[in-house]
């Protein structure tokens, strides 16, 4: 069964903190390229980085120099360390494979930025 548990989201004031973990199945975690896209309202979900089994990684232009990837394959987690955190950072977080598959759409995990 695949299954994708994000956790670790919240509420932060601009400039802040937060490191999102997602827990997933073997099936989907083991040699798969997986990735973090985060969702605002009125937005589509979109991907904003991505770390390969061997450990390269990716990110949108807008989240480099405050947003690290990383994972633990003999855990099956996929972490994101989210730093300098502003506004337009809200939105909830979701873990996938990349390219994304579909079916293993976890709940996600809220991220609000304010003051």
């Known amino acids: 069964q695949v299954q994708l548990v994000e956790s670790g989201g919240g509420l932060v004031q601009p400039g802040g903190s937060l490191r999102l973990s997602c827990a997933a199945s073997?099936?989907?975690?083991?040699?798969?390229?997986m990735g973090w896209y985060r969702q605002a309202p009125g937005k589509q979900r979109d991907l904003v980085a991505s770390?390969?089994?061997?450990?390269?990684?990716n990110y949108v232009d807008s989240v480099k120099g405050r947003f690290t990837i990383s994972r633990d394959n003999a855990k099956n987690m996929v972490y994101l360390q989210m730093n300098s955190l502003k506004p337009e950072d809200t939105a909830v977080y979701y873990c996938?494979?990349?390219?994304?598959?579909?079916?293993?759409w976890g709940r996600g995990t809220q991220v609000t930025v304010s003051s």
């Open positions: 770390i390969t089994n061997g450990g390269s990684t």
């Open positions: 073997g099936s989907i975690f083991r040699a798969n390229t």
């Open positions: 996938n494979k990349f390219p994304y598959y579909t079916p293993a």
